[in-house]
């Protein structure tokens, strides 16, 4: 997917509950930031044909293409993320 | 739930696939560092509960006591995470 495109997408369907960045918003919403593009790929798909099912991204997804999800897939799966664990 | 257990329990069942900190060792598998506490508890009880299903994790889970999921949970989370949006 075209991550610059993705970038677009997402700022304007899901960052409003996944951040712009992948950082999430709401305490529901899991973190997308820099995570593994083809689970990203899979868990949309899977929202699209119901698969899987939760009360907004059922809605959310339906809007979405093919291409909006290989770009938004790409756009969170860029970003970069280093990991601290505690110790 | 409680991080150190937490730990131990992922390093024997969910690190072979996800990491021991949560960075995947698989394509599929996603990546659980510093993901959302709450929605790591829901994903683990849906798969539990069979409202979510997937290959391996429809087995791993079935396992899973609510301690375990808590603790898993809190591990996962507490892993900090810091985020470099590309430019």
Redesign the interface.
């Known amino acids: 997917g075209d991550?610059k495109l993705g970038k677009a997408k997402a700022s304007a369907q899901c960052a409003v509950c996944h951040g712009?960045?992948?950082?999430?918003q709401l305490?529901?919403?899991?973190?997308l930031?820099?995570?593994?593009e083809?689970?990203l790929v899979?868990a949309l798909n899977d929202f699209r044909s119901g698969a899987?099912s939760n009360e907004m991204m059922t809605i959310v997804s339906k809007g979405l293409s093919d291409a909006d999800v290989a770009n938004l897939a790409a756009w969170y799966a860029?970003?970069?993320?280093?990991?601290?664990?505690?110790q």
């Open positions: 991550a712009p960045t992948g950082i999430s305490p529901e919403a899991p973190n930031a820099g995570q593994v083809m689970y899979k899987r860029s970003v970069e993320v280093s990991v601290q664990a505690p």
